[in-house]
């Protein structure tokens, strides 16, 4: 199977390797970084690069920016850039690669915790991760030829040791564990899920 994953950061990392080790064939994406260079922002250079991929199985989308601030602190170009980056980016990602993506491919995108649990300063990520999550559920209902749609809400992770402060009292988890959640959702006749790694019931 053909994997693209896009993001090649702690998460992307994690999946592409654990692809690997799965027996995939494994395409890496970054913005400047990767087998390939695109900015999910840009739907023009995404068309473009699908296009020339000759066929793909999978695209796990592990990259996508949100600013963290208080409410009353964040700016028109937080909310402007994160909803193009992170919801935007990956609805972006969806869209162009349908025409180019293999019959029975699938999409697994990343929305994260905050779509349910609160912090101190979470709306921007909450509507960010609500977007995502929103989508991938339609999506799931409206794909043709046996295309699936996936998402992983991850909760922080062990290794991005810089947002712990922002998650007192949350139990991180590590990118292996979250890897497990993508390849899981891409080889298994899962469509319109939410993989959970965290636990919101305390
Ligand atoms: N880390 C966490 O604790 C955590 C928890 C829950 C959810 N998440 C979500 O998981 C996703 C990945 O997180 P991460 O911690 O693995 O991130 P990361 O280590 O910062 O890596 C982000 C990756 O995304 C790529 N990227 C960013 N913006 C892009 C764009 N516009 N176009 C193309 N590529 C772009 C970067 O490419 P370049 O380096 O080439 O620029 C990089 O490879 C994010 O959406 C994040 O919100 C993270």
């Known amino acids: 199977v053909k994997v693209i994953v ?4 702690t998460i992307g990392s994690a999946v592409a390797a654990l692809a690997a080790d799965n027996g995939h064939d494994v395409l890496t ?21 699908f296009s020339e991929l000759n066929g793909f199985d999978a695209i796990a989308v592990a990259a996508g920016e949100v ?7 964040t700016t028109d170009d937080q909310w402007a850039d994160s909803i193009a980056s ?4 990956q ?16 999409f697994t995108l990343v929305s994260g915790i905050l779509s349910e649990e609160v912090t101190s300063a979470s709306t921007l ?7 995502v999550e929103g989508f991938v559920r339609s999506a799931a209902t409206e794909l043709q030829r046996d ?3 996936n998402c992983i809400s991850p909760g922080v992770l062990t290794e991005s040791t810089d947002y712990h402060q922002f ?5 991180p988890v590590p990118a292996a564990r979250v890897a497990l959640a993508y390849v899981r959702a891409m080889s298994n006749p899962y469509t319109g899920r939410i993989l959970k790694l965290h636990n919101a019931d305390f």
């Open 125 to 131: 990520g909450a509507t960010i991760n609500s977007v």
């Open 29 to 49: 994406i970054g913005r400047s970084s990767g087998d390939h260079q695109v900015d999910i922002t840009d739907t023009a250079a995404l068309r473009r690069l």
């Open 167 to 171: 998650f007192p009292g949350f139990e």
């Open 67 to 73: 600013f963290s601030a208080p409410l009353a602190q």
């Open 86 to 89: 992170k919801a935007m980016g």
């Open 6 to 9: 896009i993001g090649t950061g």
């Open 147 to 149: 295309l699936r749609i």
């Open 91 to 106: 609805i972006n990602v969806v869209r162009t690669a349908l025409p180019f993506i293999n019959d029975a491919g699938s």
